[in-house]
């Protein structure tokens, strides 16, 4: 006998560098995983099914049939109503259906959702489900954020806001990806940081994680963490200001780096802001899993629904004159 | 016969340089004005009931037994809750309870409310109700805003989020009052319009709308005119990658100077977005009296709410898990 009929779900974490994949139970605790490598344009699809395949295999018989929905976390803008990743720089994507091929392939429902809402979610119904109206950070290759008020995501109407990671924080910096100058994440993103150390000093390193180690050693280091913190502390100071949110919560690989970064930030803010006090700053809780178990969420909010109705709206897309 | 009993409320206004008040009914008519000056400190209190007098004079005896709430929209962090106005720089006011004191001297119920809110809360029910999820901006002496989700106001956890005029959008640029540098406010208000002006051209001026009249006669003046729509650009912009709202509504003084101030940041705004496409950029419908329409909204609410509790929450800080 394995877990009852539809109390399972399979979680898939679409990345630009890997597609991870797990199934989940309903207390959030992960049965099996597997990971693959992504690829650039549709065959995207292909690598989701494959690692989606390893990791149902590796259950017993009677688990794979209480298998009952699938949650896609992916990166890019994505439009979580008709199941499309609409625009994804990193994938090669432009206008990409992924619910429907899915979900014929798996021969299971597909819900789908922004990782970065996804890890938001998970770090606040999971992580740190006692801060009020806090403000999620994932700060990794890129930075992208998510913004909770009175417990709900809020997407803006386009289902694209919280995109810190392009507020303008150094209007004379270095381009961005998006065609800006001075972006967040041109200056405080992880591949900022090895950027800059490498601008620096002249010496390759392999990623923020490196120059994280060399803090303490050597003073360049020292100095782009201290830059990187500053321009942080530059654009959570923006947010502070607009949104009075009740926490800064801090996560994505580099603030995996340790307090060191979060310390900073919390000080510079501190320093800085003169019209809403500096809410607490604190660290994400899930790590690097969260967009999975986000992933994992969705689907078992869309199971609990399902006897209701066949196609819940998307959790974050709230109707008009519902809790945001 | 006069306006049936409690159909009526008196609404206030309190700025930094002028108090107003007026008797309106509940289709939001007014039938009587009255304007008097600010005074510093507690004195401030003692304005208001003067104005508040003179309008309530001016009505008809049966007219006066029809009111039934006040509504204070007042400058500064107040506290909607504890009827206080927490801080005021500009009226020199620290902790002083505003709604108490009021209403033994009014012998009328009264409701407090921050003066941008209630000019949002106007303009979005009554001068925009087409528009979803707007973004409310008043530039005036100052500069603040209001967004809207889901119908209803962020306040955030402080009950001082939509502080546009202090997000940093020239971090080299003029000192601001607050003690940062280069606020959005400390370049972009109509204060800051006629100080750069004067800076450029070693001419006093009246004030914004002097240096407006000399657009297209005097290049300085196009300059400054300029500068102060890119720097509204580059702060609206951060809203809009922030938060992505449905329109981005432009008000107060200096956006009443007509269609030049909204046409060039609607210009400057799509050229600069990224991520984000830019709303509709609209200007405010009801002008200067705005924040007295929503002291009067706000007051109407209560009247509504007056059998069932007579001490409703404050509409924009709603409790956790209702709309926000």
Known sequence: VGAPEGRLVLAIDVGGTSV??????????????????SRRGPEILDAIEEVARDALDQLAAADRAAV??????????VDPERGVCVRSVNLGLDELEVTGPLRERLGLPVALIHDVLAAGLAEVRLGRPDLVDPFVVV??????????????????VTGQAGELGHVVVRPDGPACACGSRGCLEAVASAAAVARRYTELS?????????????????PLADQVWDET??????GLLTVVTLLAPGALVLGGGLADAGDVLTDRVRRMLSERSRVNPVPPVVHARLGSGAGLLGAALLAHDRLTE????ASPAAPHQAPPGTVR
């Not at 991870?20 to 490598?37: E, M, P, S, W």
């Not at 009952?68 to 803008?77: D, E, K, Q």
């Not at 002249?202 to 803090?215: H, K, N």
């Open 306 to 309: 399902l006897p209701a109705s």
């Open 139 to 156: 700060i990794g290759t890129g930075i992208a954020a998510v913004t909770f008020i009175g417990g709900a995501p809020v997407a803006g």
């Open 68 to 77: 009952g929905y699938v949650g896609v976390a992916m990166l890019g803008l």
């Open 202 to 218: 002249g010496r390759e390193v392999a990623g923020a994680l490196e120059v994280f180690d060399r803090i303490d050693s050597d």
């Open 20 to 37: 991870k994949a797990a199934v989940v139970d309903a207390d959030h605790q992960i049965l099996t995983r597997a990971r693959g490598t």
């Open 229 to 234: 913190a500053s321009a942080l502390a530059d």
